[in-house]
């Protein structure tokens, strides 16, 4: 027991020596947001309203009446963060670093008020290298340059909208950045037989692979990436007979912003194949079943989409932002069920200008959002594409109060 004390003094006294002209650190920061709203129309949403996606579809009555022509309005401050930075010793000839971040979504309609986790990373920088490890941004969510919406949905469904668990690997040489990217999914999960759920990437054994290319300049700042998803729907057929049969799918970014004090531009394409976790149109579908055994081969659903932003002034900002999506249908013909988002939808259409004031640290802000989705019926005939669409539309109405710490 007497050498256990000693190798713990011994061992205290080493480590204290080494740290003690280096010290640990942490800031905190963050904000407190209530967002106001109305909305002209049903819509699909999360969190009783608060994220908005695009309206609902028609819903006729006995008396032919359009039960979703409903107007509704609302007042949450559930979207309120605080944020940890911390910082210590250098380690490993590495400048350490680690984030934890939650807010009060919830994770559920049933757990709104709920504080959940949105950011928890380590990283280790190096002088051109850095390493993070934990849950952050999806790489196809470009943190340098979304929009700047006053909505909760952060330009959701033309933009990639997730948070992962990853391991990030970050090279630059000079104005160029070489990202890659192998991530897990928690929150924002793909669809299947069980519903949304991480485990059929789980089951595929196979991370989500990401890679991308970044160029910064004085005043641009653009990139193109690439990334790789592999998931296993069922384990085992309704036939009780074992399956591995799995569905791969690639999808393609590549953004650009411009800063020409005060005016600042972004655009960013993508095209996407199995999105439906990103918050994005698609998912994917049974091509073919095996009437013996229960097995079943999958197609992706593929979607396009782009969206820009243009806004001007800091201190008064004026803005607007455009998007478009459009459900480009499978790869193949289909003969089963569909498991994804908005596949009964041909194409969204969304622009919302906002003009949003700074005062410090304390911001108001007001936008109008019109967003428009088209409804169809998918021909399984022709690889699930939407035919006879009909346009329905939303305005939302918004404001929102910030302080800042």
């Not at 905190?28 to 695009?54: A, N, P």
């Not at 757990?111 to 280790?124: E, Y």
């Not at 698609?282 to 999958?298: M, R």
């Not at 009964?344 to 919302?352: D, G, Q, T, Y």
């Amino acid at each position: 027991m007497k050498k256990l004390v000693l190798l713990f003094l011994f061992t205290s006294t080493i480590i204290h020596s080494q740290t003690k002209n280096q010290s640990f650190g942490i800031s905190f920061s963050g904000f407190v947001k209530t967002d106001i709203f109305y909305d002209s129309r049903q819509s699909v949403t999360i969190r009783e309203g608060h994220f908005l996606l695009y309206p609902q579809n028609e819903n006729l009555d006995i008396n032919t009446n359009d039960i979703n022509d409903k107007s509704s309005f609302n007042i949450l401050s559930i979207q309120s963060r605080v944020n940890a930075k911390i910082t210590g010793p250098e380690v490993v000839a590495a400048k350490p670093s680690a984030v934890l971040e939650g807010e009060f979504f919830g994770t559920s309609d049933a757990d709104i008020n709920g504080f959940r986790l949105r950011h928890a990373f380590v990283k280790l920088d190096w002088e051109k290298t850095s390493l993070l490890v934990g849950q952050t941004w999806h790489p196809m969510f470009i943190v340098e340059m979304f929009p700047g919406v006053v909505s909760f949905n952060t330009g959701a469904p033309f933009q990639p909208f997730s948070r992962n668990p990853q391991v990030r690997f970050t090279h630059s040489i000079k104005k160029i950045k070489f990202i890659a990217v192998a991530a897990s999914q928690r929150d924002f999960t793909s669809n299947g037989p069980e519903g949304f759920s991480s485990v059929y990437l789980r089951n595929s054994v196979v991370p989500n692979l990401n890679a991308q290319l970044q160029y910064t300049g004085d005043n641009i700042f653009g990139g193109a990436g690439i990334d790789y998803k592999l998931i296993t729907p069922k384990i085992s057929t309704t036939k009780k007979v074992k399956t591995d049969e799995s569905l791969s799918s690639l999808s393609f970014t590549g953004y650009a912003k411009l800063n020409i004090d005060p005016v600042t531009i972004k655009l960013q394409g993508v095209y996407g194949s199995n999105m439906a976790d990103h918050l994005m149109l698609g998912g994917y579908a049974v091509k073919s079943a095996d009437t013996l055994s229960g097995i079943e081969e999958y197609t992706a659903l593929n979607c396009l989409s782009v969206w820009g932003e243009i806004s001007v002034g800091k201190d008064i900002e004026y803005a607007v932002f455009a998007g478009y999506t459009k459900n480009l249908g499978a790869n193949d013909n289909i003969n089963g069920p569909y498991y994804g988002r908005g596949i009964n939808i041909e194409k969204v259409f969304r622009i919302s200008p906002r003009v949003q004031f700074n005062f410090g640290s304390l911001r108001i802000s007001t936008e109008i959002e019109y967003t428009s989705a088209g409804y169809g019926t998918p021909n399984n005939l022709n690889k699930g594409k939407i035919e006879n669409s009909k346009d329905f539309t939303n305005l939302r109405i918004l404001g929102a109060i910030y302080y800042f710490f």
